[in-house]
């Protein structure tokens, strides 16, 4: 074993998962399909100042160790300099021991820095500045970056209303690496803030140049931004949701509510429920009418510290895990499309470790035989994107459905030194099958599980969603 923590068989524990890793997932092209990527930097390729800047704005997996670890507010979304943020980063790091933060962390000054050290205190300025130097050079702008770590597509979280401006701009400017939209209409059924809802259905009237007077008009609205994100090359949806919401409810109903919604009044709860299951019924049926991908993002309970919300806002740390009721509304929203033969390609991703099984299951009573792995479990998410998530979403799809047609990782986030997440999934995804082949559990054929794991890390994805590279 090498000196070097993150060295060349890093989490690989047989001969098999090393070839499997080495002649196999380690040449594979990144296909990533949803993140929280600024595409105004990739617009603009942009070279960030300093380590601080591209690693620890934002991030708000960082911001969690570090208010663990005793380190005030300032040195996270605060005034402190980007040096001083740094170093109480590099003052955190070595409490990070079995937390996915410390594997990630040296994995990414691994790639594309080159730096084979261990951050603490004792090493920070040295690394900082080592970092910063590289960070001047073109290679490590960010669509520099993306080229070094070999990506091929990259699919944003855009809102309904937004122009595509900076998407446009990338794909005029004949940037080699496709970076689409995914439509993420969440703010057009957000009705526990009915002025927030009505100032975006105002700036929707804009957008889609028609005049919203009821229901009707709103859904004709989202169909021509949908229309738009679809000439634009926007194949995926996305939803971040609690759970599925399937109420029954009529037309007349739905119409008495939104003229509610624009009247400035507050819905009752089952008022807010009809609403938001009529919204996701639409939305399924765009989605399956232009033949795109829904991905429905379930579980997440967020904004639980009050006091820090009004402070620092959302996305700042201070979401967990939900344990909302899952199977019953997402079985009758999934079947409510499916019965009108509407039901689109589906990734159903958990944040609950508890809800692997059951959404396997439910994934299973949908798939049709028109695609392989039509209906899909979502890779570990947020919360579960480490390796013990990983180990157990992999084995609930393994004994459950088809972990030949998954479709893999995602890096589901804001910066761009996380790509070192598809190489820790594909040696997680390595290391599983090369100790059932030294167990006896599967056969020893190199050239079926090889073709397998290149699947899985970029051909079923390249097929599955069928965008053009």
Known sequence: MSSEFIYTDFLLQTETAKRLYHQHAAKMPIYDYHCHLPVQQVADDVRFENMTQIW???????????????????FCTGDASDWEKFQMWAHTVPFCFRNPLYHWTHMELKRPFDINGLLCPETAGEIYARCNELLKSPKFSTRGIMRQMNVKLVCTTDDPIDDLKHHRKIAADGFEIKVYPAWRPDKGMAVENIKALNEWIDKLQQASDTQIKDFDDYLDALKKRHKFFHDNNCRLSDHGIETAFAED??????KKIFAKIRSGKELDINEMLKFKSAMMYEFGLMDAEKGWTQQLHLGALRNNNSRLFKTLGPDTGFDSIGDFEIAKPLVKFLDRLDSQNKLPKTILYNLNPRDN???????????DGSVPGKIQLGSGWWFLDQRDGME???????????????VGMLTDSRSFLSYPRHEYFRRILCNILGNDVEAGLIPKDAKLLGQMVENICFNNA???FGMKL
């Open 249 to 254: 409810y009529t037309d007349s109903e739905i």
């Open 56 to 74: 620890l704005y934002g991030d708000h997996y960082k911001w969690r160790a570090m208010r663990t670890n005793g380190i005030d507010e300032r």
């Open 357 to 367: 099984e059951l959404l396997a299951t439910i994934m299973g009573s949908f798939q």
């Open 392 to 406: 157990k979403q992999m084995t609930a799809l393994s004994n459950l459905g088809l972990l030949s047609r998954f």
């Open 462 to 464: 390249k097929n599955y």
